[in-house]
């Protein structure tokens, strides 16, 4: 046996240290049992066909490690005990040992990798096909020439003066936002920037009020640093903050995408946006305003933010451009309020590095150029058109099976199960067919909740209006399969 590995060993790699590697795996997974003595080094070369040299400096580094006992009656090999060298057995976890990870980790929800084989009505993945690589190439070339030694060390953790001069520009116009370009940090991406709020704006164990049904992200930031979550309705007005829950539960952050509630699609209010920073002044919260699509809005403008309705309101906004150029940039953006800019800053420094410093540049000089606002106008015109194509679907093959909630914008719409059967049920059964159907009853934080959110999420943006027509078809037939026969 233990020539066996050692000559498996050998076939891949060179002697010396591959027939220790060889040796040192067979005795720590238990093929060479302790008290076994080892063929002589002599021989050992022998069978192998290889410098005797090679077998002796294998079984010094064995003795060295303690692997190997060198007796007057040869090579001996060790007892492997825990404390020291491990065995795979020895490596397993026991049912009552204690929990590798904290109880944070341990408690957050799952989420399903996008790769698993489904990617036909994906929410949150924009027409990879339809970006303008050619020009974002040019651009990334010509920031790569333009770089100087300078730009390769440790910069401003906070990103590249010229991308955040961009963004705090762009934003100003097209999105109301109040800021200059220090008030802007860049992130890797929009769970980087939930992470930082929940980190740097407030303490493990004070509440986080966060939309229900709402978006997993922020549950596993805010959860994972620790914070109490307190999920509040959403109704076709956006969140739903209550006088007495400001009174009974005050929160510290308050987290909700206004623009285009994730998942169900509604738009706060602005009789609400006005309540919800006055109420949050007064109690010392922040509002966590994650404006993730509004770019993307097909009927009418973008709509103003949250954060530009009041001088210093107490808002951290977030955006990214993930949604809108690609998700591999991972890059994403957070305002910070004037007044925290300076303590922001120097913790972010202490915590953060900043790196991507090619993409970076390219992607201000693609914001300053215009070419970032031209993709944003086809993408709206593409988008609408699949949003349409997808709409017609279901109306032609699901009737009476399920209706759209809303559609305003983005690059998803929500839709309602009429039919007697379970989301969850229906997207086990519909990833078989390739079809990545998001059920709404995941979003929500409890049970009661979920019960009450029948339906799906569904992702147009990779979606023609044929390719619709198709996947409702097949997920017609999927559901009527499982329907009741009285139905």
């Known amino acids: 046996m233990m020539a066996a590995y050692a000559k498996r060993a050998v076939r891949k790699l060179t002697q010396q240290d591959l027939l220790y590697e060889s040796l040192r795996r067979a005795i720590l997974d238990g093929d060479i049992g302790r008290g076994t003595r080892l063929a002589s080094s002599r021989a050992l070369a022998e069978q192998l066909g290889i410098a005797r040299n090679s077998v002796l400096y294998a079984y010094e580094r064995l003795v060295e490690e303690g692997f190997v006992n060198a007796t ?14 491990t065995t795979p057995a020895q490596l397993a976890p026991k049912e009552d040992s204690a929990p590798v990870l904290s109880r ?19 929410p949150g993945v924009p027409a990879l096909d339809q970006f303008p690589y ?29 991308l955040r001069q961009a963004i705090a520009q762009y934003v100003r116009v097209s999105r109301g936002v109040r800021c200059r370009p220090e008030q802007v940090f860049v992130t890797d991406g929009t769970q980087s920037s ?16 966060i939309e229900n049904p709402g978006y997993l992200g922020a549950r596993v930031a805010f959860a994972g640093a620790g914070l109490q979550l307190v999920p509040m309705s959403v109704d076709a007005a956006g969140m739903n903050a209550r006088p007495e829950d400001w009174r009974e539960r005050p929160p510290r952050l308050v987290y909700l995408t206004p623009s285009h509630q994730y998942p169900l699609g509604s738009v706060l209010s602005l009789e609400r946006r006005l309540a919800l920073i006055e109420h949050a002044r007064a109690c010392g919260a922040w509002i966590v305003e994650d404006d993730y699509d509004s770019e993307l809005r097909h009927d009418g403008p973008p709509l103003p933010s949250i954060q530009g309705l009041a001088d210093d309101a107490p808002v951290l906004y977030l955006g990214t451009f993930s949604k809108t150029l690609f998700p591999a940039l991972r890059i ?7 007044r925290v800019v300076a303590p922001f800053a120097q913790a972010h420094r202490t915590l953060m590095r900043q790196g991507r410093v090619a993409e970076q540049l390219a992607l201000a000089e693609f914001i300053e150029s215009g070419r970032y606002a031209r993709h944003l106008r086809r993408m709206r015109r593409l988008y609408e058109e699949r949003r349409d194509g ?25 839709v309602r199960l009429d039919a007697p059967l379970a989301d969850v049920d229906v997207s086990e059964a519909a990833r078989a067919h390739g079809l990545h159907l998001s059920p709404l009853s995941s979003y929500c934080l409890e049970a009661p909740d979920a019960a009450r959110y029948n339906g799906f999420l569904l992702g147009y943006a990779e979606t023609p209006p044929h390719a619709a027509d198709a996947h409702m078809q097949t997920l017609a037939r999927i559901m009527r399969e499982r329907l009741p026969t009285a139905y």
């Open 104 to 122: 944070r980790v341990r408690d957050l929800p799952p989420r399903r990798l996008s790769n698993d084989g489904a990617k036909a009505l994906r």
């Open 390 to 414: 997808l709409v017609a679907a279901i109306d032609k093959h699901l009737r009476g099976l399920m209706t759209v909630s809303a559609d305003a914008g983005g690059m998803h719409l929500s």
């Open 194 to 209: 939930l992470d930082l709020c929940a980190r740097f704006f407030a303490d493990a164990g004070e509440r986080a009020w």
């Open 134 to 162: 050619a020009q974002w190439r040019t651009a990334v070339e010509r920031a790569l020439r333009e770089l100087r030694a300078h730009d390769l060390g440790y910069g401003d953790s906070a990103g590249m003066p010229a």
């Open 72 to 85: 007057r009656h040869g090579s001996v090999v060790n007892a492997v005990k825990a404390g020291g060298a």
């Open 332 to 338: 994403a953006f957070m305002i910070v309020p004037p």
